[in-house]
């Protein structure tokens, strides 16, 4: 079986620049515990490997005690969460990807503006609780463009941004229905990232390529549940697994191309793995 691996699965910048960080706040450690304020992935098999090694992770700044190190997660966290670690007496490393960084601050900017948050993106996930941290109580988050149209109030100041993982075609559709029903000038912050984005193009790409796709990575990953979405969207049949266990060489009898992308959790090994698996089918 021939299998296309996508030049781009695999871990992004914020995500290696995380765990660069929390591995070296292991190497540091003199003995206080090093926790982390929730998972510091969306990646099940990495989270089980750190806590081999000691880490604890916990759900909230109660939990921390004086002399613990905590270590704040990729997808960043609330203002007043950051705020309550810092009362606790712990010693805070911030994790938090650049992109996601930049763009709170870029919220914070608009919003001290007077403007309210429209916000492409999943309201339960941490990064979008931290993002709205950032902006007043009136902003709006949406995931589909019906749902926007739904709730959003002719005449009122707002700026338009998104979760750093989101489908950039769909932000641009937002943006230009916006465009069309707006009275008012409206701030467009490009918070997506650029490897997401290259990251769906080139699954968008290889998916026109091939009989079927693979996307390996964590459930609970929003980056990898687009790829998904964003693969079957061109009507290529997809599977997603988070390791090469769970592939089934049924799925895949009489294929013989098959494309093979992954989030931006998951590890090398994890996407060796998989292609060794689909190459002895």
């Known amino acids: 079986m021939d299998v296309i691996l996508a030049e781009t699965a695999g871990f992004c910048m914020g995500v290696s620049l995380a765990l660069k960080k929390l591995d070296s706040t292991l190497e540091e450690a003199t003995g206080n ?5 929730g998972p510091i992935i969306h990646n099940p098999q990495v989270l089980e490997a750190y806590a081999a090694r000691g880490v604890d992770v916990i759900t909230t700044p109660a939990e921390a005690m004086p002399g613990d190190t905590v270590v704040i997660r990729a997808h960043g966290v ?17 994790a938090t990807c650049p ?19 429209l916000l492409y993106g999943e309201a339960d996930h941490p990064e979008v609780r931290g993002l709205l941290s950032y902006a007043d109580k009136n902003a709006i988050v949406f995931e589909t463009l019906d749902e926007l149209k739904e709730r959003v109030v002719p005449g009122t100041d707002y700026f338009l941004a998104a979760q750093t993982t989101q489908d950039r075609k769909l932000f641009e559709k937002i ?11 409206l701030p467009v912050l490009e918070t997506i990232c650029d490897a997401t984005r290259i990251r769906q193009d080139e699954a968008i790409r290889i998916a026109r390529e091939v009989e079927a796709m693979v996307v390996a990575g964590g459930r609970n990953s929003g980056n990898t549940r687009r790829l998904v979405q964003v693969v079957r969207d061109q009507g290529t049949p997809c599977t997603h697994v988070e390791t090469a266990d769970e592939l089934n060489a049924d799925d895949f009898r009489g294929l013989n191309r098959i494309g093979l ?15 060794e698996r689909l190459q002895s089918f």
């Open 33 to 37: 515990r090093i926790r982390t304020l």
């Open 78 to 94: 609330p203002q007043e969460t950051e705020r309550e670690l810092q009362a606790r007496g712990v010693t805070v490393h911030d």
């Open 99 to 117: 992109r996601v960084k930049k763009a709170q601050l870029l919220i914070a900017r608009q919003t001290e503006r007077g403007r309210t948050l």
């Open 175 to 185: 943006h230009e229905y916006l465009k069309h029903v707006s009275t008012r000038p």
């Open 261 to 275: 992308t992954a989030g931006a959790s998951t590890p090398d090994k994890i996407i060796r793995e998989i292609v």
